[in-house]
């Protein structure tokens, strides 16, 4: 699994078109199952992702494609994690 942290490198790119943009891709992505859970951060200066990927190049391809990345509005980084423990209502999602 990966953590994705994305952070807003020009506010003034942020536009309420770029959000809507924004929002209907990663609704697609969320769509085919490898991204699990995301979010704004607070306060918004960029959001959180973590990913079911298995393969970090198949993870960058999606970000890459997303229009705050493809804007230059946004930039990110990519951990890499094993989930180990988790309460009953995550661990069917997070732990296999």
């Known amino acids: ?3 994705v942290d994305m952070h807003f490198s020009d506010m003034s790119k942020v536009t309420p078109e770029l959000t809507e943009l924004h929002k209907a891709y990663l609704a697609q992505e969320y769509a085919k199952g ?5 979010g704004r951060k607070v306060p918004r200066t ?3 992702i973590i990913s079911k990927h298995t393969n970090q190049e198949e993870l ?3 970000l890459d494609s997303d229009p705050f990345i493809k804007q230059g509005a946004a930039i990110y980084t990519i951990k890499e994690f094993e ?3 988790a309460s ?3 661990a069917p999602l997070l732990l296999g």
């Open 88 to 90: 009953d209502a995550f």
């Open 83 to 85: 989930p180990v423990m």
């Open 34 to 38: 490898q991204l699990a859970f995301g």
């Open 60 to 62: 960058v391809q999606v």
């Open 1 to 3: 699994m990966f953590l």
């Open 46 to 48: 960029g959001g959180f």
